[in-house]
């Protein structure tokens, strides 16, 4: 059974950088992409990009500025980090294994738990 | 803003049957498979639906999806309490060039 289990700070200030990373338990890590998403209070889930196992991204264009994820192979991890934070990033930040279709379409069939991230003065 | 677009909200009583609608256009929606997703507060999000209507192992069957064009639906017969939650759909845009979702869709079981 696939497991996801995430930490990181949870409050942060204005202009901070969001630190969060993600072990993965059971099945294989490198077979995949991995992924964060987040879900602002009251509002929709935004995809914040994707990594494999060898470090290769894909970011939304609206934070790719921001963000930068890696991954550390030896412990089964990913990381994500966003810098220049305002209140608009407060969110719950999930991390999820990335599945595709048959097209090559991804999709997301594991999940964190997901971490409250608050960005407040 | 979302891609997608859901009802806020839902509602039913125990038994009934529910559905939520989730709507897109052609460039997601209109050629790409619909996932559902379903979140619990405090807990992981669940994988729902997949490629449009089919139910992971473990998902009752009393889940259902379907698509028509640019829009999808899930349906919740035989309504539990224990369904209540936020349900969202999603799909790969090919003008966006990465995955969509849809505002959520608040369930709840009166």
């Known amino acids: 059974q696939v497991q996801l289990h995430q930490w990181g700070a949870g409050l942060l200030k204005p202009s901070e950088t969001l630190s969060l990373t993600c072990a993965v338990y059971?099945?294989?890590?490198?077979?995949?992409?991995w992924s964060w998403i987040r879900q602002p209070p009251g509002k929709g889930l935004e995809w914040i990009g994707e990594?494999?196992?060898?470090?290769?991204?894909n970011y939304n264009p609206s934070l790719k500025s921001r963000v930068t994820m890696s991954v550390d192979t030896s412990k089964n991890q990913l990381s994500l980090k966003l810098s220049s934070l305002t209140a608009a990033d407060t969110a719950v930040y999930y991390c999820?294994?990335?599945?595709?279709?048959?097209?090559?379409?991804?999709?997301?069939?594991?999940w964190g738990p997901g971490t409250l991230v608050t960005v407040s003065s | 803003q979302s891609v997608l677009t859901q009802p806020p909200s839902a509602s039913g009583t125990p038994g009934q049957r529910v559905t939520i609608s989730c709507s897109g256009s052609s460039s997601n929606i209109g050629s790409n498979y619909v996932y559902w997703y379903q979140l619990l507060p405090g807990t992981a999000p669940k994988l729902l639906i997949s490629r449009n209507n089919q139910r992971p192992s473990g998902v009752p069957d009393r889940f259902s999806g379907s698509k028509s064009v640019t829009s999808a639906s899930l349906a919740i017969s035989g309504l539990r309490s224990e369904d209540e939650a936020d349900y969202y759909c999603a799909a790969w845009d090919d003008s966006l060039s990465r995955p969509v979702f849809g505002g959520g869709t608040k369930l709840t079981v009166l």
């Open positions: 999820a294994r990335v599945d595709s279709d048959g097209y090559n379409r991804p999709y997301f069939d594991y």
């Open positions: 059971g099945g294989s890590f490198s077979d995949y992409y």
């Open positions: 990594i494999d196992h060898f470090g290769s991204t």
